[in-house]
Nanobody, 126 residues
Framework: QVQLVESGGGLVQAGGSLRLSCESS????????MGWFRQAPGKEREFVAA????????YYTNSVKGRFTISRDNAKNTVYLQMNSLKPEDTAVYFC???????????????????WGQGTQVTVSS
């Protein structure tokens, strides 16, 4: 049974930083691309960032480029999202997701991901 558990969310002032973590269990983590998505109240879930299975390729939505960094530690079965220069519009529940297929490239499509975490709240005050 695959489980993804996010942590690291919280309340931060605009301009601050947070690092989200997502620990995976139940499958061989190092074989799968991982993604981060977010959902603000009243809005659709949107793609934030993704990283391929080996960690040497990543992809970001335009609104977070230069501010957020996705990384992974395959020895710890964990993917991270370092968020700097946070803005109030970054406020959302953040979800990590694991690719349905092994050895895939990073993808922005939620349809590519078979497993999802429960989400962690990030609130950025102005």
């Amino acid at each position: 049974q695959v489980q993804l558990v996010e942590s690291g969310g919280g309340l931060v002032q605009a301009g601050g930083s947070l690092r989200l973590s997502c620990e995976s269990s139940g499958r061989t983590f190092s074989r799968y691309a991982m993604g981060w998505f977010r959902q603000a109240p009243g809005k659709e879930r949107e793609f934030v960032a993704a990283i391929n299975w080996s960690g040497d390729s990543s992809y970001y939505t335009n609104s977070v480029k230069g501010r957020f960094t996705i990384s992974r530690d395959n020895a710890k079965n964990t993917v991270y999202l370092q968020m700097n220069s946070l803005k109030p519009e970054d406020t959302a529940v953040y979800f990590c997701a694991s690719d349905a297929s092994s050895y895939g490239s990073s993808s922005s499509s939620p349809l590519r991901y078979a497993y999802w975490g429960q989400g962690t709240q990030v609130t950025v005050s102005s």
